[in-house]
């Protein structure tokens, strides 16, 4: 993987990669339902960027990532020392999807998870299998009350490039893979989550926003998963990022360069119009849409005819792969 990106070009690279920062950073967000301010964005791109620094995952360090990615009203300074569950929204709020164990093993847990990280550094198991296992184990875990989906799914880009899988400022949009497949990433979540809920007898009062578990929590319950599908699943993402999502914007930069090269040759329109210009012709299929034709009302329909079909011409490629995706 490495070797195929440092064969592209590194100016092409960086403006890929610049996009592929976006599109990771909004899906993360998009996978909770939220939209983050541009604020948000500029600081979850900067930990991207950081990502890969041969820190073990203390508790600190931890704590220090998961205030990166929440506001700082939520922000956290330690493990959470309370018994926290998930639910949907809606009238059911006294059915939780999901019980987490009880701080009381937190600890344990953590240092288990950390553990396995270390086998990246050693070189004593397959980096993406380890991400895998170190990601999804510390979901599971849930130690925080807030942000813990979001730093499980950073975790997967920090050991990566800690392994060396992706090279020092590339980012692989694996959200944005996981987003496009959101119902098998909720089903590989709901395969560990539900059939422990499920054995617990607990009291949840939405309105008070206590739960109060009634029966047993051993560390059993909770320590051990088989992780084989979700090792698949990010490999799966992972491969997909490199021959779809990073060749697909690879592919757009190129044409958009050749579409550019020949449009200014007699077309006299300012660079961020023509970009736009661009991007809503590709974006509606080799022509510009009726309801956008306004926009751009100061070109005539006869150069308006000849700027399609440069695009579609050069686009052509881009326009059948994006289709048959």
Known sequence: MGSAIRRLEPELLARAVDYLYLAETRSTYSIEHEIPDNQRVAKFRRLLEYAGQHVPLTESQLCEWQNEIISGLRAEYSFRDQQNWLSRGGRLRNIADYIPPPPTQLGAMMDGIAAVAGLVESHAANPIVVAACVSFGF?????????????????????????????????????????????????????????????????????????????????????????????????????????????????????????????????????????????????????????KRKLFEDITDEELTRIETVVRDEFADYLERDASN
Request: hydrophobic share 40%; with cysteine.
């Open 139 to 291: 979901v599971f875990a849930h130690p925080f009350y807030d942000g813990n989906g979001r730093l499980h799914r950073f975790l997967i880009h920090h050991l990566l490039r800690q392994a060396g899988v992706t090279p020092e400022g590339v980012v692989l949009p694996v959200s944005a893979r996981m987003l496009k497949q959101l119902d098998v990433y909720a089903g590989l979540l709901k395969s560990y989550s539900a059939p422990r809920t499920a054995l617990l007898n607990y009291a949840l009062d939405a309105d008070s926003d206590t739960i109060l578990i009634k029966s047993p929590q051993p560390w059993w319950l909770y320590a051990s998963f088989d992780a084989t599908a979700l090792c698949e699943f990010v490999f799966e993402c992972i491969e997909q990022c490199v021959e779809q999502d990073l060749a697909q914007e690879i592919q757009y930069l190129r044409a958009y360069d050749a579409s550019v090269t020949r449009l200014e040759s007699w077309l006299d329109l300012r660079q961020s119009r023509l970009s736009n210009l661009i991007d809503l012709i590709v974006q509606n299929h080799g022509e510009l849409s009726r309801r």
